[in-house]
């Protein structure tokens, strides 16, 4: 937060990465919602998790698995 410097953080499970999250505007009320990729490298499995910008530690608010991995990329994820 610039306000008060302070920093709202999430730590994924080990073995678990995240990509860049894209900031989806909510319509009835501040903030926004955080959409990001999670992939975890044991199970071989990506999931869309979605986490509310104005309280990110308490973690993703949704997971919606994926039917198939899409593998960790450092800019954006790509697939067909």
Known sequence: DTADDSIDEWWAPLGTFTGE?????KED?????????????DKRKTRVAVFDSE???QG???RLNLNHHVT????GFFTT
């Open 55 to 57: 309280n990110v530690q």
């Open 72 to 75: 960790y990329g450092l800019h």
């Open 21 to 25: 999250c894209s900031a989806v505007a």
């Open 29 to 41: 009320a501040p903030g926004s919602w955080l959409v990001t990729m999670l992939y975890d490298t």
């Open 60 to 62: 993703p608010i949704c």
